[in-house]
């Protein structure tokens, strides 16, 4: 069982849904990552929460750390969000290396 | 400007050979890692060095050779290269080993044939 759990693994959405992506995970971390990878290629980092909400235009992201859960949150999605959606995990103490979920495959059609 | 720039984009090769990519950072920061997603598009942690320092050392092969001129560089070399080293290698970097926002760089897709 991987440490970092995605949910869903793909998701088909219309423009303008309300999309929620959800991030588990079993080891104490330091800090969580959402990051977004585009058909194209490139990993582009959207938020790093340690507590609490974050929000950057229409994307949200929320942590609960006694939960071990975290939902990435897009409101009046749009085509351009289609992408890859990574949770990752950086574990606590001295090791410091980014755990990965397996990415959640966001479809959003016009 | 890129912040985290990575050279080649693209690199196919026989299998045997011996190859690197090379990875720079112009944003000052402290540590750099590479990461290898593979076909089924899963990212692992390869290495991390800190200040030219290794300090993150996953089970890969040692054919596997980092190297880190200095903080703003760090190459990977591979030797003898195989049919399962093909993936896509990303550079990134953070501003020290504590963390903050990853930078990322676009990638080397290696393909060995």
């Known amino acids: 069982k991987n440490e970092v759990e995605q949910s869903p693994q793909n998701l088909t959405a219309q423009e303008g849904e309300f999309i929620t992506i959800n991030c588990s995970y079993s080891v104490g971390i330091s800090a969580l990552h959402w990051l977004q990878q585009h058909p194209g290629g490139g990993i582009v980092s959207l938020f790093m929460?340690?507590?609490g909400k974050k929000k950057h235009g229409r994307l949200i992201a929320t942590i609960n750390i006694q939960e071990k859960h975290s939902s990435l949150h897009i409101t009046a999605s749009h085509p351009r969000d289609s992408a890859v959606y990574i949770c990752?995990?950086?574990?606590?103490?001295?090791?410091?290396?980014?755990?990965f979920g397996k990415g959640t495959l966001l479809t959003v059609n016009p | 400007d890129t912040a985290v720039s990575q050279t080649p984009k693209y690199l196919v090769t026989q299998m045997g050979n011996d190859k690197s990519i090379k990875c720079e950072q112009n944003l000052g920061h402290d540590t750099m890692y590479w990461y290898k997603q593979d076909s089924k598009k899963f990212l692992k942690i390869m290495f991390s060095y800190n200040n030219k320092e290794l300090i993150i050392n996953e089970t890969v092969p040692n054919r596997f050779s980092p190297k880190s001129p200095d903080k703003a560089h760090l190459n990977l070399h591979i030797n003898s290269l195989e049919l399962g080293d093909s993936a896509v290698y990303f550079c990134?970097?953070?501003?020290?080993?504590?963390?903050?926002?990853?930078?990322f760089g676009s990638g080397t897709r290696l393909t060995v044939v």
């Open positions: 990752a995990v950086r574990s606590g103490g001295s090791n410091y290396k980014l755990t």
């Open positions: 929460l340690s507590s």
């Open positions: 990134a970097s953070t501003k020290n080993q504590m963390g903050g926002g990853y930078t």
